[in-house]
């Protein structure tokens, strides 16, 4: 009877669920994050909420190579899984006909294994004893005593793998609702095969690419998995920064202090993408 | 407009009936389906060419095999006296107007009209000044700064009809360009198109399953059927004397009256009677064959007047419907059961006869035609 009088109200009936599990589960614990992180003391002592602002400040002068160093490594697994992903979702598009359903499942086939174990085999892979090893050897890309493992090169490869399905299905998805007359109106009105793709293919996978971009970067930007099995504390990444801080030094203020400021680097970043790539121009192209 | 008049002119007058378009032989398998099957036509500069027939006919593979989307699978396709066959789209001066448009959803409409000429290396002034030309065209001036999705259907369609005559191909093709329309529009459409074609004189090539769609724009129709043309002419033609069961069947309604040749320019038919058809309808028939009338050449007399040297059938009214500018009868002889339209010219004139009255049938023997027999096309 209620609902009938004030049917304006439904719409936000509706979306109270969702509010209500955003305020418990998401705004709630980021208030204790910020609270926490302008606490001072130790664990024996206790803490206290002392405006402790020295935990940013730290944060910026003590951890900053480890910030840097994140950068790098996710934009550039990004970049890589980008390159892989991108032809490999094309020709799921447009050439899997009727295998593209078991094609797309064997780009997730990984995600049936769980993240811990799927990098624990990375590192038999690349042991120093393991095949991969092994061959370059053979082939003298890496010298008697060079190694796979415990190396840049196996963090962030490590970081690709895993986030490569994250890259390859928004990409396969946008590819795939191009309607490929558009790519033959295309070729009709005068572009070569590359012409077409650059001027009609690429514009319109935008969505994908800017989706499969963030969801990448940004996973991959607070990794800790690959770092720490894969690398040496040469390899450490901002996750693994704040997972020690947290479990080993229990110094909860610094690691509530690092994960604001990872998060907000993280917003202003994606903001910047957005305004460069123009959100609003990818995600109407795909309506 | 003017430089696009005399482009059309010089064409029309250089060119006069040269063929434009010739495909030889020309077979497309698509694995065990023949879709084109060893189809040879020839398409004059200028026309207005219709390719009619229904879904799965292969008249949209043959115009693909054209704007070079397919490849035959065996055969020749000359544009002009140039053999195409194998080239890709790009180097074919060729446009199409793809069914549904194709408009690119990420560039203007200003975009999407110059997307030809930018890469054809036309700049600047000349390129403004020609998507200016063909927007001008199509009545659509001012739309330029729009996307594709902010545009009507019936816009969108010009749009694509102005996006492919801005590079003034040799050739135009349309596959089903107005099966997206409203009735209304369509109609509309067919006659703006049509004149579109008189005025830049380009060769159109038009696929359409839609026999009035054809025969509004059409000068030359090929009737396709099963990969092959059933029979290529004038509307006219094709309606007033179809050579085959399906071509009678597929352009608008008529009566088949089966039966066998009873000498010279007449037809026995199987339930008794004779029939008066042109002795150029029944040229190199034999066999068994079937008696057409279409309906509306029928005239419906109470008893027995008519006409001398008019065919007659005698029958009993089974159904009327009252149309409008028509009413619709169906008349039970002893050939079966056979239609009639009478116009509702005059007050009244729709209740002539009724069911149950006997009544003849009278009509012209030049109003005849005869096909082969066969099960199909017996609507």
């Known amino acids: ?97 009727r295998w593209k359903n078991l094609l797309l499942l064997l780009v997730i086939a990984p995600f049936f294994v769980t993240y811990l174990i799927r990098t624990l085999a990375w590192k038999t892979i ?76 690429l514009p319109l996978s935008l969505p994908g690419i800017f989706a499969g971009t963030l969801l990448t970067f940004i996973p991959a930007i607070g990794d800790f998995i690959n770092a720490e099995l894969l690398g040496t504390p040469r390899q450490l990444m901002i996750g693994n920064v704040i997972q020690s801080q947290f479990k080993e030094v229990a110094d909860y203020p610094q690691a509530a202090a690092l994960s604001f400021v990872l998060m907000a680097g993280i917003l202003v970043l994606v903001l910047l993408y957005a305004r460069a790539v123009g959100s609003e121009r990818a995600t109407r192209s795909a309506a | 407009m003017a430089v696009e008049e005399r482009d059309a002119a010089a064409a029309r007058d250089g060119a006069a009936a040269a063929p434009d378009i010739r495909l030889e032989n020309v077979t497309k398998r698509f694995d065990d389906v023949t879709a084109v099957d060893d189809l040879s036509l020839t398409i004059d500069q200028g026309r207005f060419f219709a390719l009619l027939g229904p879904s799965g006919c292969g008249k949209t593979t043959t115009l693909r095999m054209i704007g070079g989307f397919e490849e035959p699978t065996s055969g020749t396709i000359l544009l002009g006296d140039r053999d195409v066959t194998g080239l890709p789209p790009y180097r074919r001066d060729v446009n199409t107007v793809f ?8 560039l203007s409409i200003y975009e999407n009209v110059a997307f030809g000429l930018r890469r054809k290396g036309v700049k600047g002034d000349d390129l403004k000044r020609r998507v200016g030309e063909a927007l001008e065209l199509v009545d659509l001036g001012d739309l330029g700064r729009r996307k594709p999705r902010q545009l009507s259907g019936g816009q969108q369609q010009r749009i694509a009809l102005a996006r492919a005559l801005v590079n003034r191909p040799k050739v135009l093709l349309l596959d089903e360009p107005l099966g997206a329309l409203d009735l209304k529009l369509r109609k509309q459409m067919q006659l703006e198109l049509k004149g579109i074609q008189n005025e830049v004189g380009i060769t159109f090539v038009h696929v359409t399953h839609d026999q009035e769609e054809a025969m509004t724009m059409a000068d030359t129709i090929a009737v396709m059927n099963a990969g092959k043309i059933e029979q290529l002419g004038s509307p006219a033609d094709l309606y007033e ?139």
Request: glycine share 10%; hydrophobic share 45%.
């Open chain 1, 1 to 97: 009877m209620f609902l009938h009088r004030h049917p304006r109200l439904i719409p936000y009936l509706l979306l109270l669920p969702g509010i209500l599990f955003l305020v418990v589960f998401f705004l709630v614990p980021m208030y204790y994050l910020g609270f926490t992180s302008l606490q001072s003391g130790d664990l024996f002592a206790g803490y206290q909420f002392t405006w402790a602002w020295d935990n940013y400040r730290d944060a910026f002068t003590l951890y900053q190579s480890h910030f840097v160093r994140s950068l790098k490594y996710a934009g550039l697994a990004t970049l890589i899984a980008f390159l892989i992903s991108y032809p490999l979702a094309y020709w799921i598009a447009f050439r899997g006909g």
């Open chain 1, 126 to 201: 690349l042991a120093d004893q393991g095949i991969v090893v092994d061959a370059l050897r053979t082939l003298h890309l890496v010298g008697e005593d060079g190694r796979l493992l415990a190396t840049t090169t196996a963090v962030v490869a490590g970081i690709t793998y895993n986030y490569l399905p994250f890259m390859a299905l928004p990409l396969y998805v946008s590819l795939e609702q191009i309607d490929t007359r558009l790519i033959e109106a295309a070729e009709d009105l005068y572009a070569s095969s590359v012409r077409a793709f650059l001027r009609v293919t």
């Open chain 2, 99 to 106: 069914q549904s448009y194709a408009l690119f959803p990420h």
């Open chain 2, 241 to 379: 004397r179809p050579e085959t069961a399906f071509v009678a069947g597929f352009l608008g309604a008529s009566n088949l009256l089966p039966g066998r040749l009873n000498g010279e320019g007449i037809v026995g038919l199987d339930g008794g009677g004779d029939v008066r058809v042109p002795a150029s309808a029944l040229a190199g028939r034999s066999g068994r064959i079937a008696v057409g009338i279409r309906p509306e050449k029928l005239r419906l007399a109470a008893g027995g007047a008519q006409a001398d040297g008019e065919n007659v059938l005698e029958g009993v009214v089974a159904e009327r419907s009252y149309i409008g500018v028509s009413t619709q009868y169906v008349v039970e002889t002893s050939a079966g059961p056979v239609t009639v339209y009478a116009q509702n010219a005059e007050p009244g004139a729709g209740q002539a006869a009724s069911p149950g009255e006997r009544v003849s049938l009278a009509w012209s023997p030049e109003a005849t035609f005869v096909v082969d027999q066969h099960e199909e096309g017996t609507r």
